[in-house]
């Protein structure tokens, strides 16, 4: 009954339980937790081994308060961020690919890596990386910077965009620009 840190996901949040980034996540034995179904040993943090988990209920017996991952940042930084980044990706791999997507037999999760494998047609799933470019064009000394209809007032951004099928990451660059700004980049 090892004990971890747990990232705990409810409504597409994580419990936290303090505001001290090293101590936001909760510790302690699965037990502690209700031993959540289909938990994911995601990595270590401060040197413990962390899990992930989707839970239905929030534990009763620690105080915490639900955070949405972006707030992760603020609260924990970027090494508590990217860590409930990874956690959120592959609960919802985890949890997307419960059934064959060729044949709709139910999966198993190989336990050796991340891959939800089909008993019947040994079809393998991997969680899926969806690579992105992001640009910042220059020209002299300005720098051209976009803003989103969703931005708070006074945020700006450089150009980002996921890479087509088939695409190389310049042409991704290229296409991205075009579309964002009706700008020819040309190098």
């Known amino acids: 009954n090892e004990t971890s840190y747990w990232l705990l996901r409810h409504d597409n949040q ?3 339980t303090t505001t001290t980034p090293r101590e936001i996540f909760p510790n302690g034995p699965a037990s502690d937790f209700g031993h959540p179904e289909n938990a ?4 270590d943090w401060h040197g413990i081994p962390c899990c992930a988990a989707d839970i239905d209920r929030l534990p009763e017996n620690i105080a915490g308060e639900l955070s949405p991952v972006r707030g992760l940042f ?3 930084g970027v090494e508590a961020f990217a860590l409930a980044a990874r956690a959120t990706q592959l609960l919802d791999w985890q949890k997307n690919h419960r059934y064959c997507g060729r044949c709709g037999t139910p999966t198993v999760r190989k336990p050796t890596e991340f891959a939800m494998a089909c008993p019947n047609c040994s079809l393998l799933t991997y969680p899926r990386i969806s690579p992105a470019v992001m640009v910042l064009v220059e020209r ?6 976009a803003r989103s209809p969703h931005f708070k007032p006074g945020i700006f951004s450089a150009l980002a965009g996921f890479v087509e099928a088939g695409e190389t990451l310049e042409q991704c660059a290229h296409r991205e620009v075009r579309e964002e700004v009706g700008v020819e980049i040309t190098n």
């Open 40 to 43: 994911l040993l995601i990595g």
């Open 140 to 145: 002299g000394d300005e720098l051209l910077m």
């Open 14 to 16: 994580i419990f936290t």
């Open 74 to 76: 603020g609260l924990g």
